[in-house]
T-cell receptor, first 116, second 112 residues
Framework: AQKITQTQPGMFVQEKEAVTLDCTYD???????LFWYKQPSSGEMIFLIYQGSYDEQNATEGRYSLNFQKARKSANLVISASQLGDSAMYFC?????????????FGKGTKLSVKP | DAGVTQSPTHLIKTRGQHVTLRCSPI?????VSWYQQVLGQGPQFIFQYYEKEERGRGNFPDRFSARQFPNYSSELNVNALLLGDSALYLC???????????FGPGTRLTVL
């Protein structure tokens, strides 16, 4: 069965520094997608970045980049130049296959706190 | 463009009651998915609808049901509410069945 593991319940980072949030996944599918979402205290899940299993280059979106290591089944999120507004829960998720459905499987999340 | 909208924002019910949650997808999106997020956990998949047909169902009891309307909006219904149904219910929409899912603000359901 597909599974997402986020081993860091909480992380602290100094404002303006970079931080890496860990994510490992388990799947027997060859085709899959990996996502990171940010969830502020308001509750809305905000899409940050996507990596397809066949993408050879690591995805980047502004200050967000995804360190994709397929052989190790890891998809770590790197946030550069942290800002106070980055304080939130961060969830790694995987979509299984490209076939008949596209539901996401989420990890338990990492709470990031940015210190001024 | 407006994002995914959900109503109501908050809801308080008692055990045994029934609840209906509503979701309007982003304009042009034909697929809607529902997730349940209990405190301290990641969201769990409940249903996915595409073009008004159920395309996926998570591991939830039959008390949970959903439907999608011709305008692609969706309703999630939960019967015979239990205390354990207290959660944040999130709706997400996407253009394609397996595209990036964009979430709404959620409905916080409290069952007393």
């Amino acid at each position: 069965a597909q599974k997402i593991t986020q081993t860091q319940p909480g992380m602290f980072v100094q404002e303006k520094e970079a931080v890496t949030l860990d994510c490992t996944y388990d799947t027997s599918d060859q085709s899959y997608g990996l996502f990171w979402y940010k969830q502020p205290s308001s509750g809305e899940m905000i899409f940050l970045i996507y990596q397809g299993s066949y993408d050879e280059q690591n995805a980047t979106e502004g200050r967000y980049s995804l360190n994709f290591q397929k052989a190790r089944k890891s998809a770590n999120l790197v946030i550069s130049a942290s800002q106070l507004g980055d304080s939130a829960m961060y969830f790694c998720a995987m979509r299984e296959g490209r076939g008949s459905q596209g539901n996401l499987i989420f990890g338990k999340g990492t709470k990031l706190s940015v210190k001024p | 463009d407006a994002g995914v909208t959900q109503s109501p924002t908050h809801l308080i019910k008692t055990r045994g009651q029934h609840v209906t949650l509503r979701c309007s997808p982003i304009s042009g999106h034909k697929s809607v998915s529902w997730y349940q997020q209990v405190l301290g956990q990641g969201p769990q998949f409940i249903f996915q609808y595409y073009e008004k047909e159920e395309r996926g169902r998570g591991n939830f009891p039959d008390r949970f049901s959903a439907r999608q309307f011709p305008n692609y909006s969706s309703e999630l219904n939960v019967n015979a509410l239990l205390l354990g149904d207290s959660a944040l219910y999130l709706c997400a929409s996407t253009t394609l069945l397996a595209g990036t899912q964009y979430f709404g603000p959620g409905t916080r359901l409290t069952v007393l």
